[in-house]
């Protein structure tokens, strides 16, 4: 209910402005007044919605008394009572703010029509003030977020007019002079989303945050953060008396301080990219990516790296494949089910690509996978049998991409080919004994060496006629069948890759003749090694 007091020297005025159904228009009479200056105290105690004044009082008049309230309390509303010889003199004072005058004697249908609509005007604007209230409430509990918004959208690009982005940024209150972009990613994301649950996470991505933010500040710097996904950005603003050397040395210090109390707080490291110190605000997005290319090289260097682009900007990426030696030592210790070999060639695999500058992550990734699929593929063409186990074992191969560093990436991949390899050996053990298992190693292994079923025989200590019989019995082939059907398949292969010519693999895959290579290749194929390329690759030509 509205409150209201009266303020007038007539006593039988307020008795009678008393005896009005205040409680049926929506109000009550919360005191009354006899001359301005108690009026004044009445207001203060009280805190009406609206008076009901003379504008003729002894002391302090009504307009003296109307203009001091609004002052003092602008959102009171007043009415004031005059009389006809004053009616002329209250006009010209309504600049006071006076809601409305009323002549005296007054209606009663006057006063209660004025009352009722100042009553609702008085409703509406308390309503429109406590949803304003409401908003201006939501507003600042989304404040947070929206600058977090405002912030990404900088980052990703979506804002580039300089002079939008400069109205936007002040609207937060946030000035950004020169500047550089860090970006945070913790390591090992694969554990730390398993080791911890949703809410661990969200409290220790706070505290990633809170860890960064402050200590920017305590340096002296402004820091606006921004969390994407699994990655947190902060961009670090200097003061003018900052040059860019030492905004580069700044944000080199803050990234070192913040590994290091996130090492000391917090179970896990994080790795840091850093961008090249920038003065104009709409190249902040260039910056960004900056600090991006920046963190992935941590690839390489492993967990808790720290990298600043103008420390790897020289280097221009590559596509990255794979030597031809160790894509056949693993395929061979793959079909061969020989760990130990897969072993030595994934390291070796590693260390060529640790070693090489520039390497482009995204092609590697790729071409491990395709690599690791066609090596899949060509074991289950000869052991249709163990295709489905084969592919189970491959399934990490979609969890590759996610692989931060080469140290993680590599050790799925051997985890992944070790699985494999031990397939193939169990399949083969369970199908052969141990001497046949041995002769298709060697086979898979020395295929293009000169190989002999008397020099086998030999090896073994088993007569050429048994060790022919116990291979066709266990294998389904004779040894030459099977000794033929791996180089012709690592031809092949070769040819399909267009890396070399058929000459050059005749010899590569055992056949020291050419013309009996083409013979046995055409044999088996249909087709010639040259018709079989051009096949395979589309591309016409020789390669003799």
């Given at each position: 209910?509205?409150?209201?007091?009266?303020?007038?020297?007539?006593?039988?005025?307020?008795?009678?402005?008393?005896?009005?159904?205040?409680?049926?228009?929506?109000?009550?009479?919360?005191?009354?007044?006899?001359?301005?200056?108690?009026?004044?105290?009445?207001?203060?105690?009280?805190?009406?919605?609206?008076?009901?004044?003379?504008?003729?009082?002894?002391?302090?008049?009504?307009?003296?008394?109307s203009?001091?309230?609004?002052e003092?309390?602008?959102?009171?509303e007043i009415?004031?009572?005059?009389?006809?010889?004053?009616?002329?003199?209250?006009?010209?004072?309504?600049?006071?703010?006076?809601?409305?005058?009323?002549?005296?004697?007054?209606?009663?249908?006057?006063?209660?029509?004025?009352?009722?609509?100042?009553?609702?005007?008085?409703?509406?604007?308390?309503?429109?003030?406590?949803?304003?209230?409401?908003?201006?409430?939501?507003?600042?509990?989304?404040?947070?977020?929206?600058?977090?918004?405002?912030?990404?959208?900088?980052?990703?690009?979506?804002?580039?007019?300089?002079?939008?982005?400069?109205?936007?940024?002040?609207?937060?209150?946030?000035?950004?002079?020169?500047?550089?972009?860090?970006s945070?990613?913790?390591?090992?994301?694969?554990?730390?989303?398993?080791?911890?649950?949703?809410?661990?996470?969200?409290?220790?991505?706070?505290?990633?945050?809170n860890?960064?933010?402050?200590?920017?500040?305590?340096?002296?710097?402004?820091?606006?953060?921004?969390?994407?996904?699994d990655?947190?950005?902060?961009?670090?603003?200097?003061?003018?008396?900052?040059?860019?050397?030492?905004?580069?040395?700044?944000?080199?210090k803050?990234?070192?301080?913040?590994?290091?109390?996130?090492?000391?707080?917090l179970?896990?490291?994080?790795?840091?990219?850093?961008s090249?110190?920038?003065?104009?605000?709409?190249?902040?997005?260039?910056?960004y990516?900056?600090?991006?290319?920046?963190?992935?090289?941590?690839?390489?260097?492993?967990?808790?790296?720290?990298?600043?682009?103008?420390?790897?900007?020289?280097?221009?990426?590559?596509?990255?494949?794979?030597?031809?030696?160790?894509?056949?030592?693993?395929?061979n210790?793959?079909?061969a089910?020989?760990?130990?070999k897969?072993?030595?060639?994934?390291?070796?695999?590693?260390?060529?690509?640790?070693?090489?500058?520039?390497?482009?992550?995204?092609?590697?990734k790729?071409?491990?996978?395709?690599?690791?699929?066609?090596?899949?593929?060509?074991?289950g063409?000869?052991?249709?049998?163990?295709?489905?186990?084969?592919?189970?074992?491959?399934?990490?191969?979609?969890?590759?991409?996610?692989?931060?560093?080469?140290?993680?990436?590599?050790?799925?991949?051997?985890?992944?080919?070790?699985?494999?390899?031990?397939?193939?050996?169990?399949?083969?053990?369970?199908?052969?004994?141990?001497?046949?298992?041995?002769?298709?190693k060697?086979?898979?292994?020395?295929?293009?060496?000169?190989?002999?079923?008397?020099?086998?025989?030999?090896?073994?200590?088993?007569?050429?006629?048994?060790?022919?019989?116990?291979?066709?019995?266990?294998?389904?082939?004779?040894?030459?069948?099977?000794?033929t059907?791996?180089?012709?398949?690592?031809?092949?292969?070769?040819?399909?890759?267009?890396?070399?010519?058929?000459?050059?693999?005749?010899?590569?895959?055992?056949?020291?003749?050419?013309?009996?290579f083409?013979?046995?290749?055409?044999?088996?194929?249909?087709?010639?090694?040259?018709?079989?390329?051009?096949?395979?690759?589309?591309?016409?030509?020789?390669?003799?």
């Amino acid at each position: 209910m509205l409150k209201m007091i009266i303020v007038d020297d007539e006593p039988l005025i307020r008795e009678g402005l008393k005896s009005m159904p205040w409680e049926r228009w929506g109000c009550m009479v919360a005191g009354e007044a006899e001359d301005g200056e108690d009026g004044l105290a009445l207001v203060e105690e009280t805190r009406p919605h609206f008076i009901i004044t003379d504008i003729r009082m002894p002391g302090m008049d009504g307009l003296v008394f109307s203009k001091t309230v609004k002052e003092r309390y602008p959102e009171v509303e007043i009415l004031m009572l005059t009389g006809y010889q004053d009616f002329e003199y209250a006009k010209t004072a309504m600049h006071i703010g006076i809601r409305d005058l009323l002549l005296k004697p007054t209606k009663f249908d006057e006063l209660e029509k004025a009352v009722r609509k100042l009553i609702v005007d008085i409703r509406d604007r308390e309503m429109s003030r406590r949803e304003h209230d409401r908003l201006r409430d939501q507003m600042r509990s989304a404040l947070p977020l929206l600058k977090n918004k405002l912030v990404h959208d900088l980052l990703h690009g979506y804002l580039y007019a300089p002079n939008v982005i400069k109205d936007r940024l002040a609207s937060f209150d946030i000035q950004i002079g020169r500047y550089a972009v860090m970006s945070i990613q913790i390591d090992n994301r694969q554990l730390f989303e398993t080791a911890y649950s949703g809410e661990d996470r969200m409290l220790f991505e706070y505290a990633v945050m809170n860890i960064a933010e402050e200590t920017a500040k305590s340096i002296g710097l402004q820091a606006v953060t921004d969390y994407d996904h699994d990655l947190f950005s902060i961009v670090l603003s200097y003061g003018p008396e900052y040059s860019l050397a030492d905004c580069a040395k700044a944000s080199m210090k803050t990234g070192i301080d913040i590994q290091s109390f996130i090492r000391t707080y917090l179970p896990f490291t994080v790795s840091i990219g850093i961008s090249e110190p920038w003065e104009k605000i709409e190249k902040i997005n260039q910056a960004y990516l900056q600090s991006i290319e920046a963190l992935n090289h941590n690839f390489f260097l492993g967990d808790d790296a720290l990298v600043r682009f103008q420390d790897i900007a020289s280097e221009k990426e590559t596509a990255y494949f794979f030597e031809e030696e160790d894509k056949q030592g693993l395929i061979n210790g793959l079909r061969a089910g020989d760990i130990r070999k897969v072993r030595e060639t994934v390291e070796r695999m590693k260390l060529r690509i640790v070693q090489s500058p520039g390497v482009n992550i995204p092609h590697l990734k790729i071409s491990l996978m395709e690599l690791a699929f066609g090596s899949v593929r060509a074991i289950g063409q000869f052991n249709p049998g163990m295709l489905e186990r084969l592919m189970q074992a491959a399934m990490p191969l979609s969890r590759l991409e996610s692989m931060a560093t080469v140290d993680r990436l590599f050790d799925e991949c051997m985890r992944m080919f070790e699985d494999i390899a031990g397939i193939v050996d169990e399949s083969r053990q369970s199908r052969f004994s141990s001497t046949v298992a041995e002769v298709m190693k060697l086979i898979q292994y020395d295929y293009g060496e000169d190989l002999s079923l008397d020099m086998l025989s030999e090896q073994f200590k088993l007569s050429t006629a048994y060790l022919s019989r116990l291979i066709r019995k266990e294998t389904g082939n004779t040894f030459m069948a099977n000794l033929t059907e791996v180089r012709l398949e690592q031809a092949k292969r070769l040819l399909e890759s267009g890396s070399k010519k058929a000459s050059e693999i005749a010899g590569l895959v055992g056949y020291k003749d050419f013309s009996y290579f083409i013979q046995v290749f055409k044999k088996h194929t249909g087709l010639t090694p040259n018709e079989y390329k051009d096949q395979r690759t589309g591309e016409g030509g020789t390669f003799l």
